[in-house]
């Protein structure tokens, strides 16, 4: 058994020996939830990238969806390497806003889309298609997609929550 540590959440992947009650990937936000041995391990950090320039969030800004509320392109001089990707900031401020503190800035999933990862499948994340739910920014497909996603986005959540542990890219 493994439990797999992400923001908010712990996840056990069990053989259906772990107290629950069937095999598969369990979450909660509580250890004692989860009975029998557990090993650590650390959460691999998945990130939509483009092909050339290795760019998370298509070079946008991720910081800008916090302080200005909207998509804003980042510039090449002020870029930063956090999980293996280049992020681009409209500022330097903004970048060094990230690079104190990542996790609260990064979007959620990797950056791919939200319903996308709700359905346990890899799409696209299109930066100009996004929200900040609880703090948190995600990113959807398409504008399509993005209405579906807003009929029940913290049941899409919850979904999502569980299945991106579970994803391999």
Request: hydrophobic content about 35%.
């Amino acid at each position: 058994m493994d439990i797999l540590v992400a923001p908010g959440l712990l996840y056990q992947r069990c053989d259906g020996h772990c107290g629950k009650r069937k095999k598969g990937v369990h979450a909660s936000t509580r250890h004692s939830e989860f009975t029998g041995e557990m090993t650590m391990i650390k959460t691999q950090q998945k990130i939509n990238k483009t092909t050339f320039g290795n760019l998370a969030l298509k070079g946008h800004d991720p910081v800008a969806y916090f302080t200005e509320g909207k998509a804003v392109e980042g510039r090449k001089e002020f870029t930063h390497e956090y999980a293996d990707a280049n992020w681009r900031f409209a500022s330097a401020a903004n970048r060094d806003l990230f690079a104190s503190n990542p996790e609260k800035y990064a979007p959620q999933f990797g950056g791919y889309c939200a319903w996308g990862i709700s359905q346990a499948k890899f799409f696209d994340g299109d930066p100009q298609i996004w929200k900040v739910v609880d703090g948190k920014l995600y990113v959807n497909y398409h504008k399509e997609i993005e209405k579906t996603w807003e009929q029940d986005i913290p049941g899409f959540i919850e979904k999502a929550d569980r299945a991106w542990p579970t994803l391999e890219k």
